[in-house]
């Protein structure tokens, strides 16, 4: 028993010491286990830097199971393995739940107390505990268990890998706006969700915002800061145990708040995470509160230029002085941050549409390009073979005819003046009434067109020319004839396109988009039908964000676009 009560005081070093001299050489156990970097090393806020890493800070491989790491210590039924950190009321361990075969975050509360203090205490933490452990919200942290024992009253919740929002910026890790309007807008829909259950967190900061993915955020100690203020004071005064950087004014002039001190909170979280910096300074508790009452802080755009103005303007009105000028709850703010989070959305879309368009019109300027150079290079072709013809044999000549200038020039594939088929004859005339070459003709604007005979006949055999003419033809080459479009092609323009099968795999609900354009609501739309290709689904539900992706059907290949809002 007396290891028991002594052995919470030990780190892992220490405690593998005491479990060498009692016999057990466990030094490999703690070079083997499970990594937790920072695992809810901040469940009680402000505990300062960590006072023991977790074993394996080298990040080797799993190769035990957890309930054969060394055991610290026993605190209810839960075996302690090692400490992840320690703050004024208690430390957090990492335990081993035997009943249910899994690792937890143990926290306990052992602060030294009289017996009627301590019992008065013990009542009001279950009671909290009991509230938290209603809570069941992917935003915020799972509590599995709570009660006394003779080393004090403790709780057990999910472990977590990750860091809390403090550390992250302590390292220089600075958001982009959307992704910080992100993860308060997700951290206000867990605070609006407890509201809703009449449970008003108190001590929203950093520290008690821990990230288990770059967006994702869990909300911590629901309730903690009711408790401690208790246990400091015997009086709710949230100044006596909260953190006053992040206090609303009620808060630090005591008066009674609502769920507006966590939108305030909330706010000043924002304002820190886009700046880098805290609105409200000092170094002392009264030159905090002064700061908190009195101070107004620039706002964070004029900080911080590349943060949109009416995102910093939102920021502003959570943190306003007077509880009546702030959004008026969590959710009200939530949905504030998740409108702008969708504008900059489809601003992005817009962006990106633009710049395909723009893309197309280069290319179809490109294209009008190539086209005339073909027509350049068969005009060219045409006369090198007419030079190196018999001046007497009939020579083809095509029909040339103005067209107007924004027409694309035709793609004009020349062949030898002795092909199959003689086309018919038509002459272009000129001012002059003779007959204008085809250079001439391009040189006006002019576009060679194809002339069909309904049904051709047999070409004479020519009447020598006189003299002059033969002369005026050799002066004027012909141009070469146009070789119809193949047949093949333009059978395969009108056929059916190919399509594919996408699986829609929805939860709870989405509005459906293909290309921009609705689909449906899935479920109960599960399956949708598309043209070969890439496409673009966005799946819409009121209380996320959107989710986009894009895909590439191919026929007998059906794709699943599979996705649950809210995790």
């Known amino acids: 028993m007396e290891f028991q009560k002594t052995i ?59 309930d054969e790491l060394p055991t610290i210590g026993h605190i209810g039924r839960y075996a302690l393995k090692y400490r992840l950190g320690e703050g004024g009321l208690g430390a957090v361990y990492a335990a081993q739940d035997p009943l249910l075969s899994r690792l937890v975050a143990i926290k306990t509360l052992g602060a030294e107390m009289a017996p009627e203090a301590r019992e008065r205490f013990n009542s009001l933490f279950l009671n909290e505990a009991r509230a938290v452990a209603s809570l069941n919200h992917p935003h915020i942290v799972t509590v599995f268990d709570a009660g006394t024992s003779p080393q004090g009253a403790y709780i057990a919740m999910e472990l977590l890998k990750g860091k809390d929002l403090r550390q992250l910026i302590k390292e220089g890790w600075r958001p982009k706006p959307v992704e910080a309007a992100q993860i308060v807008r997700r951290a206000a829909d867990a605070l609006a969700y407890a509201h809703a259950k009449g449970i008003i967190h108190r001590d929203v900061k950093p520290a008690n915002i821990f990230m288990t993915g770059r967006t994702q955020p869990k909300v911590l100690d629901f309730g903690i800061a009711r408790v401690a203020s208790q246990q400091e004071s015997g009086t709710e005064d949230d100044f006596a145990a909260g953190s006053p950087y992040y206090m609303a004014p009620e808060q630090v002039r005591h008066d009674p708040v609502d769920r507006r001190c966590d939108v305030y909170s909330l706010g000043v979280v924002l304002y820190e995470l886009l700046t880098g910096v805290r609105p409200f300074q000092g170094a002392t508790l009264s030159q905090i509160a002064e700061s908190v009452l009195t101070h107004q802080p620039p706002l964070i755009h004029e ?11 939102i920021a502003a009105r959570a943190m306003e002085k007077d509880p009546d000028n702030r959004y008026r709850s969590a959710r009200a703010l939530s949905r504030e941050l998740r409108h702008w989070i969708e504008e900059q959305e489809d601003a992005e879309e817009d962006e990106s549409a633009l710049t395909a368009h723009q893309g197309s019109r280069r290319l179809h300027r490109l294209g009008m390009g190539l086209g005339g150079v073909a027509v350049l290079a068969a005009v060219t072709w045409a006369v090198v073979s007419w030079w190196g013809s018999d001046p007497g044999s009939a020579a083809p000549v095509v029909a040339v005819a103005e067209s107007p200038p924004p027409a694309p020039l035709p793609v004009v594939q020349a062949v030898p003046a002795d092909a199959a088929g003689a086309p018919a004859e038509v002459a272009v005339p000129t001012s002059s009434g003779l007959t204008a070459s085809p250079t001439e003709a391009a040189s006006r604007g002019l576009v060679v067109q194809e002339a069909v005979p309904a049904d051709p006949a047999p070409a004479p055999t020519p009447a020598p020319a006189p003299e002059g003419v ?46 921009g354009a609705p689909a449906g609501i899935a479920p109960p739309l599960n399956r949708l039908t598309l043209t070969e290709g890439r496409h673009t689904i966005t799946i819409r539900n009121d209380e996320f964000p959107p989710h986009r992706v894009t895909i590439t059907v191919t026929p007998g290949q059906p794709v699943t676009v599979r996705h649950k809002f809210g995790s």
């Open 8 to 66: 919470f005081a030990l780190t892992p070093e220490q405690a593998r010491a005491q479990l060498a001299r009692d016999g057990q050489d466990s030094s490999h156990h703690f070079d083997t286990t499970q990594q937790h970097d920072t695992a809810n090393g901040s469940l009680f806020g402000d505990l300062g830097e960590r006072t023991a890493d977790p074993p394996n800070r080298r990040g080797a491989p799993v190769s035990i199971p957890p």
């Open 303 to 313: 900080l911080n230029p590349s943060v949109p103005q009416a995102l910093s303007l």
């Open 470 to 515: 033969a002369r005026e033809r050799r002066a004027t080459p012909p141009a070469a004839p146009v070789r119809p479009a193949p047949r093949s092609a333009v059978a395969a323009a009108g056929a059916t396109l190919a399509t594919g099968e996408v699986v829609l795999a929805i939860s709870p609900w989405g509005q459906v988009e293909v290309n």
